[in-house]
T-cell receptor, first 116, second 109 residues
Framework: GAVVSQHPSRVICKSGTSVKIECRSL??????MFWYRQFPKQSLMLMAT?????????EQGVEKDKFLINHASLTLSTLTVTSAHPEDSSFYIC????????????FGPGTRLTVT | GQNIDQPTEMTATEGAIVQINCTYQ??????LFWYQQHAGEAPTFLSY??LDGLEEKGRFSSFLSRSKGYSYLLLKELQMKDSASYLC??????????WGAGTKLIIKP
């Protein structure tokens, strides 16, 4: 199989604080990991793509200083939302790709962030 | 630009058949994915087509015509649990996934 986990599944934080979300590939090595954001009743929006050991590539309009991505190993990527504000409240989903000829993205269960 | 079109919402009856269409215009093509997403959950993989034709997998089938830039997902013997959003995504020439906005499928008894 190809299992991806995310932690935490839900988090509530106060405005101005930072939140870290972890994404792990449990039974495979992920050469590439993706971070998405999804607002209610809207489609997935790709935020950034990260390859292990290199800097993440951010999509247009996504602030790289606000959404810090670290892909330190082939099984772990983290997304830190710095100085969170209520408008950052959303469903954050990561996915991982094995690489080679396998282009399927395996999704984590998502993290629901609420900023009060 | 890159564009993927699919209907915003569809309604079908339990036990019936429904076809969800997806048309695409992308810079290159390396395959098309269909994912299912239930409300509040992450997407789950349904199918991957890279060659023309129909791929059948249980109650779900996916069709691709590369010359027409067209795919459909066919769901048979609909069940209430099939109520979800269905996302079409194309792998472009850079092997990046380009996502459609999704089709919300509502199943009525």
């Amino acid at each position: 199989g190809a299992v991806v986990s995310q932690h935490p599944s839900r988090v509530i934080c106060k405005s101005g604080t930072s939140v870290k979300i972890e994404c792990r590939s449990l039974d495979f090595q992920a050469t590439t990991m993706f971070w998405y954001r999804q607002f209610p009743k809207q489609s997935l929006m790709l935020m950034a793509t990260s390859n292990e050991g290199s800097k993440a590539t951010y999509e247009q309009g996504v602030e790289k200083d606000k959404f810090l991505i670290n892909h330190a190993s082939l099984t772990l990527s983290t997304l830190t939302v710095t100085s969170a504000h209520p408008e950052d409240s959303s469903f954050y989903i990561c996915s991982a790709r094995r690489g080679g000829e396998d282009y399927e993205q395996y999704f984590g269960p998502g993290t629901r962030l609420t900023v009060t | 630009g890159q564009n993927i079109d699919q209907p915003t919402e569809m309604t079908a009856t339990e036990g019936a058949i429904v076809q969800i269409n997806c048309t695409y215009q992308t810079s290159g093509f390396n395959g098309l994915f269909w994912y299912q997403q239930h409300a509040g959950e992450a997407p789950t993989f349904l199918s991957y087509n890279v060659l023309d034709g129909l791929e059948e997998k249980g109650r779900f089938s996916s069709f691709l015509s590369r010359s027409k830039g067209y795919s459909y997902l066919l769901l048979k013997e609909l069940q209430m649990k099939d109520s979800a959003s269905y996302l079409c995504a194309v792998l472009d020439s850079n092997y990046q996934l380009i996502w459609g906005a999704g089709t919300k499928l509502i199943i009525k008894p």
